[in-house]
C-alpha cells in the first residue's frame, strides 16, 4: 500500500511504501535528506512527524525528549498512514554529478598494525569533482559496494586517497585490499554524502574523529588551508592506543602552522604514563571538559556509531548545541547496512 509523504514547508511530497522506509522512499523519489548509518544510532535523519502514523524502531539514535517532541529517524521509520514531515534540509538528487571511473591503485600503505592508506589514480585527463569529507564506493566483482571516505582535498582530484580498517575477517578490507597490488584496478562511484563543510556561518568549529574517521577530517582541513578560510577549528582524535593515531604528525603540523587550529590526541587504552602523557577516556568527553558551551559552535563527527551517538547527546543536551549545528557520518559495516544498499554512510567496511 501506498502512502503520500509531504515535506513542511517545502513544495514536495513522494510516495511512500508501507514496508519501506520514509527514508528508502524519498530517495527512490530523487529527494536527499540528511542521513548517515542507516542504523537507527547517529541520528542524523532525525525529523519531526507532523501528521500521521509511522511503524519501526525509534533506534538509539532519539533521545527521550526528542521521542516526546514527535522525532522520528527517517532511516527506521515506516508510514501506516500519509504523512507530514519537518526536515532540516531536502533538495533534488543531482544524479548526473555521481561519476563512475576504473581508478589504478598507484601506492598501498601501511600506516598503522590494523590501517591501510590506498592512494589511487584516475585514467589521464579525468577529474572529479567533490566536496571535502564526502565519500566514495567501491563495487567489488559481485557487485556489492564497499563505501570510504576520501581523505584528500577536493583540488587533488585527479585520483582519491582511502583510510582502510582491516577488519578481521573482512572480505575487502583483508582479502582484497591485501591482494591488491600497484596497477590493479577498482571500479569507484563518486561523490555521496552529506558531511562537509557548512559555510552559511563563521562559527568555530568543533572536529570530532575516532579511528579511520580522521580521513574526512583530513580532506576539511586540508581544504580549508587552500582556500585560507581560517575559521576556528579544534580537533579531538580518539583511539585505542598511540599507535592508532596513525597520522598524528599531520594535525600536529598543522597546530604548529596554523593559528585557527588545535589538535587534542585521546586515547582510551592509553597503557602506562610513560608510554603516554596526554588525554584519556573518551574522545567526547575531552571536549565538553574543554568547552563548557557548545552553544555558538558546529561539530562535526566521524567515525564509530557509538561515538557519534554519545556526543550527539551529550553535546546537545550537557552543552547547550545546536541539535541542526552537529552533522556527522558514522562508519558501519556492511553486514548492518546490507551488502548491496544504496550508498549510505560511510564505512569501515567488511
Not at 501528521?51 to 522525532?71: F, I, Y
Not at 558514522?330 to 546490507?338: L, N, P
Request: a negative charge; charged letters at 25%; aromatic letters at 8%.
Amino acid at each position: 500500500m501506498s502512502h503520500t509523504i509531504q515535506v513542511m514547508d517545502h513544495d514536495v511530497a513522494f510516495n511512500g511504501e508501507a514496508g519501506r522506509t520514509v527514508l528508502d522512499s524519498a530517495i527512490a523519489a530523487g529527494y536527499e535528506l540528511p542521513y548517515s548509518c542507516r542504523t537507527g544510532i547517529c541520528g542524523s535523519c532525525r525529523c519531526r512527524l507532523v501528521s500521521g502514523e509511522v511503524q519501526g524502531d525509534t533506534g538509539a539514535g532519539l533521545s527521550e525528549q526528542e521521542r516526546r517532541e514527535g522525532h522520528v529517524l527517517l532511516c527506521q521509520a515506516k508510514p501506516r498512514s500519509d504523512l507530514m514531515i519537518a526536515v532540516r534540509e531536502i533538495k533534488p538528487i543531482d544524479r548526473s554529478a555521481i561519476k563512475t571511473v576504473m581508478a589504478r591503485v598507484y601506492r598501498k600503505l601501511q600506516a598503522a598494525e590494523d590501517v591501510t592508506v590506498l592512494q589511487l589514480r584516475f585514467p589521464a585527463g579525468t577529474r572529479v569533482k567533490f566536496k571535502a569529507g564526502q565519500y566514495l564506493s567501491i563495487r567489488l566483482a559481485d557487485g556489492s559496494l564497499r563505501h570510504f571516505s576520501m581523505a584528500n582535498p577536493p583540488h587533488q582530484n585527479d585520483g582519491v586517497e582511502l583510510h582502510i580498517r582491516q577488519v578481521p575477517g573482512g572480505r575487502f578490507s583483508q582479502e582484497v585490499v591485501g591482494a591488491l597490488a600497484e596497477g590493479d584496478f577498482l571500479e569507484l562511484s563518486m561523490p555521496f554524502g552529506e558531511f562537509y563543510l557548512r559555510e552559511e556561518h563563521d562559527k568555530p568549529i568543533v572536529l570530532l574523529a575516532s579511528g579511520t574517521g580522521f580521513a574526512p577530517i583530513k580532506s576539511i582541513v586540508e581544504d580549508a588551508v587552500r582556500r585560507k578560510l581560517a575559521r576556528p577549528m579544534v580537533l579531538y582524535w580518539g583511539a585505542r592506543r598511540a599507535e592508532d593515531l596513525y597520522r598524528i604528525e599531520l594535525p600536529r603540523k598543522w597546530e604548529a602552522q596554523l593559528p585557527w587550529f588545535s589538535f587534542v590526541p585521546v586515547l582510551s587504552e592509553p597503557g602506562s604514563a610513560e608510554q603516554w602523557q596526554g588525554r584519556t577516556g573518551f574522545v567526547h568527553q575531552a571536549a565538553m571538559d574543554d568547552i563548557p558551551t557548545l552553544a555558538h559552535f558546529e561539530v562535526y563527527a566521524c567515525g564509530a556509531p557509538g561515538m557519534i551517538s554519545a556526543a550527539r547527546q551529550d553535546f546537545v543536551y550537557e552543552r547547550g548545541l545546536d541539535r541542526d549545528a552537529f552533522y556527522c557520518d558514522a562508519f558501519v559495516s556492511t553486514a548492518e547496512i546490507g551488502l548491496n544498499a544504496e550508498p549510505a554512510a560511510t564505512s569501515e567496511s567488511t
